[in-house]
T-cell receptor
């Protein structure tokens, strides 16, 4: 059974600082996704990572994938308050097409 | 495209009543998913469909829950009878099957706004 773990579960950081969220998964997968959820809102797709070494960047967020280590990271550069949200990674279940297993989420709070 | 549409957005009901949640996926998407989100259990996959056929319902908590997809543009999740522990936010999501398909990246799931269910 595929298990997905994120850490930390909660992260409070000051504006302007850098930090990384980690996503570990237990079995081989061919795709990994990052989502953002604002309080009381739905989940919004941020990145899709499909191969070992893949890196994608959007603004102050950069996601990477190491399939050998079964690890993805979401790096936040010079955080701003607008990035406050919960971030989920989701891993594709190999052989079951579109099914995803979601991590527990990391609640990010950026303070002024 | 309007995205995934869910109704109602909020539902308050009393224990024992039947609840029906509705979802319209993004046009052209082949997969439809129902999730439940709570503080205690996080985001749980309940069931998913491919081309209107249920593929995996192992996440459906018990027989009180049922889901149908009578056509490519509509799905329902029904709880009968409802219980207070069913209180949660229920999300519907859809995804395309192939890279370059209409409306999105490979297998990326696009979520609806959710239905917040409160069972008193």
């Amino acid at each position: 059974e595929l298990k997905v773990e994120q850490n930390p579960l909660f992260l409070s950081m000051q504006e302007g600082k850098n930090y990384t969220i980690y996503c570990n998964y237990s079995t081989t997968s061919d795709r990994l996704y990052w989502y953002r959820q604002d309080p009381g809102k739905s989940l919004e797709s941020l990145f899709v990572l499909l191969s070992n070494g893949a890196v994608k960047q959007e603004g102050r967020l950069m996601a990477s994938l190491d399939t050998k280590a079964r690890l993805s990271t979401l790096h936040i550069t010079a955080a701003v308050h607008d990035l406050s949200a919960t971030y989920f990674c989701a891993v594709g279940n190999t052989g079951t097409a579109s099914k995803l297993t979601f991590g527990t989420g990391t609640r990010l709070q950026v303070t002024l | 495209d309007a995205g995934v549409i869910q109704s109602p957005r909020h539902e308050v009901t009393e224990m024992g009543q039947e609840v029906t949640l509705r979802c319209k996926p993004i046009s052209g998407h082949d997969y439809l998913f129902w999730y439940r989100q709570t503080m205690m259990r996080g985001l749980e996959l309940l069931i998913y469909f491919n081309n209107n056929v249920p593929i995996d319902d192992s996440g459906m908590p018990e027989d009180r829950f049922s889901a149908k997809m009578p056509n490519a543009s509509f799905s329902t999740l029904k709880i009968q009878p409802s219980e207070p522990r069913d209180s949660a936010v229920y999300f519907c999501a859809s995804s395309p099957a192939l890279a370059g398909s209409i409306g999105g990246d490979l297998y990326t799931q696009y979520f609806g706004p959710g239905t917040r269910l409160t069972v008193l």
